[in-house]
């Protein structure tokens, strides 16, 4: 259920991207402060063939993003939406992802003052997903649920991560990773990749410098976010083990940037679109 067209090139060596994503939310501030069919267009022209959209902006950023050759392929919803009592919402929300065209509806972060709660949280979260992502079936689209570092804190004998991934169905429920947040937490992405094979057809890349210390938390400087071709992360390795284990889209995101995010987006794509591996 999980599976859709490729981003891959010819699986001969050596291999390459063939359509290299973005996530909106990279540019967002650029977004909400100039026009953003002009921004699309921007990075339509780098080169970039594929969108992930954050559902508060769509209306704002679909005029433009249909000038464009990027493709609508997965967003990232509002956590609220996932509530009970948002329901309905939820489900009027979906049948819009739907008629524009979208393949993937993501779950994007448990809200921050919700991350430090017990297991019966994250209980309640995968029974939540099992739920949604039968709603999403229905539709024609596919749930997955986005990491970041604090699912991987043990509370007792077991981490909410294993809960989540434990008690999601396979076939409703798959997940976006994001390498950078895999690495916080301490954990080897390519490790990762194989051990949920077949579950993650969405990934979000980026790098880190050396020295971010292990944490279960995002707490981390502005300076920790950097362009794919900058920093310790074994990107080569990484796209491999994510190629090999049914990866379909890879969207390149950088949660803070240095200067102009567009410029960061241009320094990734540019690495991206000449490395093979």
């Known amino acids: 259920m999980l599976a859709s067209s490729g981003a891959l090139a010819s699986s001969s060596s050596p291999r390459s991207l063939k359509a290299i994503g973005v996530q909106l939310y990279t540019v967002r501030d650029v977004i909400a402060n100039s026009d953003p069919a002009e921004v699309l267009k921007t990075l339509d022209a780098i080169g970039f063939r594929e969108a992930e959209v954050i559902w508060a902006s769509l209306d704002r950023v679909w005029p433009g993003l249909r000038q464009t050759k990027m493709r609508p392929v997965s967003i990232h919803m509002d956590s609220e939406l996932f509530k009970a009592e948002n329901r309905a919402k939820l489900t009027a929300a979906i049948g819009t992802v739907k008629q524009h065209g979208f393949e993937y509806l993501v779950y994007p972060a448990v809200p921050r003052p919700e ?44 981490t909410p991560w294993e809960l989540i991934t434990g008690q999601t169905d396979k076939g409703l429920v798959g997940f976006e990773f994001d390498i950078f947040w895999l690495s916080v937490a301490g954990h080897d992405p390519v490790d990762m990749l194989k051990r949920y094979a077949g579950r993650v057809p969405l990934l979000h890349v980026k790098n880190k410098p050396d020295g971010i210390p292990v944490q279960f938390n995002e707490t981390v ?45 241009r320094q990734s794509y540019d690495y991206l679109r000449k490395l093979t591996f």
């Open 115 to 158: 991350r430090t709660a017990g297991m019966d949280r994250f209980k309640a979260l995968a029974d939540t997903l099992n739920e949604v992502g039968a709603l999403c079936h229905k539709s024609g689209l596919k749930l997955c649920y986005h990491n970041h570092a604090f699912e991987f804190r043990a509370i007792g004998s077991s």
């Open 221 to 265: 400087p502005a300076g920790a976010f950097r362009e794919v071709g900058n920093g310790v992360l074994n990107i080569a390795g990484i796209l491999g083990a994510a190629t090999d284990n049914g990866v379909k889209h890879f969207f390149v995101e950088q949660d803070q940037t240095p200067g102009n995010p567009v410029d960061s987006l």
